[in-house]
T-cell receptor, first 112, second 115 residues
Framework: DGGITQSPKYLFRKEGQNVTLSCEQN?????MYWYRQDPGQGLRLIYY???????QKGDIAEGYSVSREKKESFPLTVTSAQKNPTAFYLC???????????FGAGSRLTVL | AQSVTQLGSHVSVSEGALVLLRCNYS??????LFWYVQYPNQGLQLLLK??????LVKGINGFEAEFKKSETSFHLTKPSAHMSDAAEYFC?????????????FGKGTKLSVKP
């Protein structure tokens, strides 16, 4: 079945460490997105990419980086510059401008 | 600029009772509107969407929503709640031609269903 796979599901990080969250999709979608979810805050857009080798900052890009070397992959790196990284991270994809997102199951990052 | 307001961060209903989750939006252009559902520790799943045409939209699991332009609302309803409906629900807005970078989510409403 087609879908989005996020890994790892749970991740613990020490302060000062960079971590990378994986997002892979086999839906042949052009666009991919990373959202951060905090309790009571809804979803906030970190980065999105509409085509390979191109991506745009979202509302809260500071302290994060991404790459889009392949259509099916959109990894997110949480750097040590992100001051409050503990959160639930959701990856999503869509068929270009169709406006309907398909989400992965999420990755929960906890900073110790 | 577009925005979404979901009234009530928590809603509790009895099993079999009407479910009503409120969503109001702000948009200077005709909106596209969505409701997504999220079960604990999972991603979001599309319930229904409004783009153009019929203002009453039917979705999965017996949910429906009505687009009311005059009230700038897109409330989600279900006639009879089931225990399996307990989840968090998100309203979202964008507009025709807008990139997905313009999809704005509300802060969510957590629905509890009492037996």
């Amino acid at each position: 079945d087609g879908g989005i796979t996020q890994s790892p599901k749970y991740l613990f990080r020490k302060e000062g460490q960079n971590v990378t969250l994986s997002c892979e999709q086999n839906l042949n979608h052009d666009a991919m997105y990373w959202y951060r979810q905090d309790p009571g805050q809804g979803l906030r857009l970190i980065y999105y990419s509409q085509i390979v080798n191109d991506f745009q900052k979202g509302d809260i890009a500071e302290g994060y980086s991404v790459s889009r070397e392949k259509k099916e992959s959109f990894p997110l790196t949480v750097t040590s510059a992100q001051k409050n990284p503990t959160a639930f991270y959701l990856c999503a994809s869509s068929i270009g401008g169709a406006n309907v997102l398909t989400f992965g199951a999420g990755s929960r990052l906890t900073v110790l | 600029a577009q925005s979404v307001t979901q009234l009530g961060s928590h809603v509790s209903v009895s099993e079999g009772a009407l479910v009503l989750l409120r969503c109001n939006y702000s948009s200077s252009v005709p909106p596209y509107l969505f409701w997504y559902v999220q079960y604990p520790n999972q991603g979001l799943q599309l319930l229904l969407k409004y783009t153009t045409g019929a203002t009453l939209v039917k979705g999965i699991n017996g949910f429906e929503a009505e687009f009311k332009k005059s009230e700038t609302s897109f409330h989600l309803t279900k006639p009879s709640a089931h225990m399996s409906d307990a989840a968090e629900y998100f309203c979202a807005v964008t507009n025709y031609g807008g990139s997905q970078g313009n999809l704005i989510f509300g802060k969510g409403t957590k629905l509890s269903v009492k037996p």
